[in-house]
């Protein structure tokens, strides 16, 4: 396995379009999560799969932010209408919940976007 | 909620010097601890972890013990090197719940030759 993989790594895009990142976790991997890390802070939680459920949205998450993982597989997220205050780096992670217990998170590489 | 305090501001240190990075956190139930690693450009990756009290992380010289008591997980290398310049992030989730991530604000370590 590769590991978690991100397309595209980096985004620019004008003000008011909208962009969609693609994650693809590790194969074996049940549970997906989307981080969003701004200049100088640490990781903020966004959302979370289990599978293909979407089980946890943070407040930080406006609706103009809408993430799926259909089959249970690769994630979508998709900002519609973008603005500069969404300039960030979108970060994906991967585990392993087996009753009730998780492996650690495994991170992919990121996805940079700028909004200009 | 759960949370994850950092020591303010970059550090900057000789190669070969010791390294001590505080982390003090705030939970409920039983975390797991974890410390990250971002090289500039790059995401996150996992340098070590402990999963209940007194287990101590170990990894590429650096190592880390889960004390309880003082709700503390500093991170510590005995001699670092240029390739050690990075950002270090603490972080802490439940193994049993939902398992997300609470990170600290990351401090920027830089080692000059």
């Known amino acids: 396995d590769t590991g978690v993989s991100q397309d595209p790594r980096h985004k620019i895009t004008k003000r008011g379009q909208n962009v969609t990142f693609r994650c693809d976790p590790i194969?074996?991997?049940?549970?997906l999560y989307w981080y969003r890390q701004t200049l100088g802070q640490g990781p903020e939680f966004l959302t979370y799969?289990?599978?293909?459920?979407?089980?946890?949205k943070s407040r930080l998450l406006s609706d103009r932010f809408s993430a799926e993982r259909p089959k249970g597989s690769f994630s979508t997220l998709e900002i519609q209408r973008t603005e500069q205050g969404d300039s960030a780096m979108y970060l994906c992670?991967?585990?392993?919940?087996?009753?009730?217990?998780?492996?650690?998170?495994?991170f992919g590489q990121g996805t940079r976007l700028t909004v200009v | 909620g759960n949370s994850v305090t950092q020591m303010e501001g970059p550090v900057t240190l000789s190669e070969e010097a010791f390294l001590t990075i505080n982390c003090t956190y705030t939970?409920?139930?039983?975390?797991?601890l974890f410390w990250y690693v971002q090289y500039p450009g790059e995401g996150l990756q996992l340098l070590l972890k402990?999963?209940?009290?007194?287990d101590k992380g170990s990894n590429k010289g650096f190592e880390a013990t889960y004390r309880k008591e003082t709700t503390s997980f500093h991170l510590e290398k005995g001699s670092v090197q240029v390739s050690d310049s990075a950002v270090y992030f603490c972080?802490?989730?439940?193994?049993?719940?939902?398992?997300?991530?609470?990170f600290g604000k990351g401090n920027q370590v830089v080692v000059i030759p």
């Open positions: 992670a991967s585990s392993l919940e087996t009753g009730g217990l998780n492996t650690e998170a495994f």
């Open positions: 194969s074996e991997h049940n549970r």
């Open positions: 799969f289990q599978n293909e459920a979407q089980l946890e």
């Open positions: 939970a409920t139930g039983y975390p797991s």
């Open positions: 402990a999963t209940k009290a007194d």
């Open positions: 972080a802490l989730s439940d193994r049993y719940g939902n398992n997300r991530l609470a």
